[in-house]
């Protein structure tokens, strides 16, 4: 039987999209440019928001993460003034995070998409999407041997990230892109190392900002401010350490507890929001519809949103005959958009000052050890805080 919904892309959104619509009985095939190994060793985020576990777990996705996740409720913020703790789980609406690796949930997700009968097609690039205006929109996919093949269906789905077809199927002009580039640079790094302490740790630093983040007992996160354009490769492993406890100033805290750097590689904060993200019978989807910087660990939250509110849009459309819940697509997902942005673009003002002696800079870091006075002094600034870093 045709699909009627095709999806590009098996990232989270593509595949918890491509799971709703198996749950509600619609018929969809996803295409996905890599192999079934490679995104499924992909590592890339890993907190998942209350909004996250609950789709999850509402779809019967979740049997993965609620066996191996792990509870996050603390984070730190370390300054040259000393080391603050918040406890955001019982702050603001009391939620946590759950603590699971991304690639973890993209491999329960492929294999739940799979039992559940889909058709899911790896190395197979989508290299063109048609007839979006129209009633009979197709896409056009290389399978591996070169051939070419074209899939109809009654919509199309895309999830491909921020270097896929489908953002550049949407004539410029359909679309207003807003864009911000922050300026900053993260050295992202996995070490293969346990954690260093129990919460998400902040330090904030006149050489740069550096972070320190929870993954598995085997596996920690760190992150490193770096000048743009430096090559990931650029400091030795025994350098990143050297950085990572002369800014988490590991001397006053306690060591960090080191091993092999495992993965590396650069994040230039940027952040961008199409509206409308929709198109004719196109609907973007995660990374596709919108860009976040990962200070807030909001990019992934958002794709799963704005799947759930996607899967019952179509869902109405075919099964219900009602397409009111999809016209509304975007209007329903960009005041959640710009609310995450809104935070992140905060957290990143928040964690970075600007460098430098100039009479700016020297102003906005007064500002920066303000703002993190207030967070560490004010209660109802740390419930708008708890609220706004595990929410969408
Ligand atoms: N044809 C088919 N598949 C494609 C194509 C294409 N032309 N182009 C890209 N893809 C695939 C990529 O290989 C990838 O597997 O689309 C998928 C997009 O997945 P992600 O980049 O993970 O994007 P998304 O699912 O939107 O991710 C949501 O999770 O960790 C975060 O950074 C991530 O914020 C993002 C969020």
Redesign the pocket.
Known sequence: DAAEVVI???????LVLGNLLLGAGVRCTV????SRAH?EQRA??GFLAANTVRVLTENGLADGLLKDGRQHDTCAFRTDRGEFHLDYGSLGRGEAHTVYP?QHLVRDLVAEFLARGGDLRFE????GITGITGDHPAVT?QSADGTLHRLSARFVAG???????ARTAVPAGAVRRYRRDHGVTWLALLAAAPQSMGPVAYAVHEDGFAGHMARTPDITRYYLQVPRGESPDARPDARIWADLAHRMRADRHGPLHEGPIVERRTVEMTSDVLDPIQYGRLFL????AGL?SPAAAK??N??VMEAEILARGLTAALRGGDEQPLARYSADCLPRIWRAQEFSHWMINLLHGPAGSDDDAVFLRALQQARLESLQTSRRHQDHFAENYVGI
Request: charged share 15%.
């Open positions: 590009v892309g098996a990232g989270p959104a593509g295409l996905e440019r890599q995104v890339r985020a991304q197979t690039p989508v290299v996919a999830g491909d990230g921020r270097h896929g077809t989807v995660g990374d596709a976040i990019g992934a958002l794709a």
